[in-house]
């Protein structure tokens, strides 16, 4: 299973692994898109209701990827390697700054 750069399948996932990873990038692009939302718009209401959803997407992400390791021995060795390893973001992330002036939710 590949996906194009919009987010949409192309072939078939044939495993109950590959099932569940692609639920996994579905996940994805939708958090992705939430937080696109919320990146161009100011209004906090709204925003605050897009974040609630991101929670929840990020919660079924997490139940997924909890899957994937129980039916992937290969997926649950590489978990348990990395978890071992003490890396990770050493700094903040980039921090998106948008021109609301130019944005269409206001």
């Known amino acids: 299973m590949s996906y194009t750069t919009k987010g949409q399948p192309q072939g078939v996932a044939y495993s109950i692994t590959n099932k569940i990873r692609e639920a996994m990038i ?3 692009v939708a958090i992705n898109g939430y937080a696109n939302h919320i990146a161009n718009s ?7 209701v897009w974040r609630a959803i991101i929670k929840d997407e990020k919660n ?8 994937l390791r129980a039916y992937d021995p290969e997926q649950y060795k590489a978990y348990q390697y ?3 390893m003490k890396n990770g973001p050493h700094g903040s992330m980039q921090v998106y700054q948008p021109d609301y002036d130019k944005q269409l939710i206001h």
């Not at 100011?42 to 605050?48: L, Q, R, T, V, Y």
């Not at 079924?60 to 899957?67: D, E, I, Q, S, V």
């Open 26 to 28: 579905s996940e994805i």
């Open 82 to 84: 990395f978890k071992s």
């Open 60 to 67: 079924h992400y997490g139940m997924l990827l909890t899957l």
């Open 42 to 48: 100011n209004m906090e209401e709204i925003n605050a």
